[in-house]
C-alpha cells in the first residue's frame, strides 16, 4: 500500500525557518499533484500550498505566500515544503496530500486529493 510519510516538523520560535518532507513509498505520485495542507487549533483543515506532477505549477495559499515555498523531487519521491518567517499563527498539524486524478490542475479542496500522510506538528510559541 502506498504511503505518505512526513517529517520534519518541530518546536521554532517566531521568525525561525523549518523544511518538512513528505516522503511517498514508491513512484505511484511521480506525475501527480502533491499538496500540504494543515490544521490549526480550532479551525478547519487549510489548504496551504500544491506543486503539479512536473512542478511547474505551484499555488500558495495567500497567508503563505512569500514566506513557504513548496518543491519536489520525483528522482526521490519526495515533496518539501520550506517555510520561512514563521509565525505563532503557523502553528499546526501539516499534512501532505497527494491528487491521483491530476498532474497539472491544482485542487484546493482537500476531498480531491486521494492519499494523505500521517501529519507533523509544527509548534511555533507566540
Known sequence: ???LVES????????DS???SCAASERAFANNVMAWFRQR??????FVTAISGNGANKYHADS???RFTI???NAKNTVYLQMNSLKPEDTAVYYCA???GRSTNIEYDGR???????????????
Do not use: F, H
Not at 520534519?8 to 521568525?15: D, I, M, P, S
Not at 487549533?41 to 487549510?46: A, D, F
Open 71 to 73: 518543491s519536489r523531487d
Open 1 to 3: 500500500q502506498v504511503q
Open 98 to 100: 497527494a491528487d491521483r
Open 64 to 66: 503563505v505566500r512569500g
Open 8 to 15: 520534519g516538523g518541530g518546536l521554532v520560535q517566531a521568525g
Open 112 to 126: 480531491s486529493y486521494d492519499y494523505w500522510g500521517q501529519g507533523t506538528q509544527v509548534t511555533v510559541p507566540s
Open 18 to 20: 523549518l523544511r518538512l
Open 41 to 46: 487549533p480550532g479551525i478547519e483543515r487549510e
